[in-house]
């Protein structure tokens, strides 16, 4: 299967907590992925993810924009290239501080 992002539709991130968040199921069960799925968020200047917690892991990687995002208790900066791992149970949030997008890849376990 290859497709192109732009052909998903981005959905309004419906957490509590989220301002200015979309997400686009690139990979999920529907294409037939049996163990992980791969989303796109954007993020809106001055827009966040809620500050949460998850049984299970995240691997993201940030494509376009600056932020931070919220390590072991403590805000990082991000930009891209910036890789992060979430384990399970760690509160994470990502910001967005630039005056773009805040796009990054977040591979999660289908749960």
Known sequence: ???HFSQVKAEAMEMAGAKGVRVRWLIAEREGAPNFYMRLFEIDPGGH???HRH????EIFILEGRGTALDGGEERE????SFLFIP???EHQLRNTSKG????LC???KH
């Open 1 to 3: 299967m290859i497709g």
């Open 49 to 51: 993810s809620p500050r």
């Open 55 to 58: 049984d299970y892991e995240h």
């Open 78 to 81: 991000i930009e891209p290239g």
């Open 88 to 90: 399970p149970q760690e």
């Open 101 to 104: 997008p805040l796009r990054f």
């Open 107 to 109: 591979l999660i376990p």
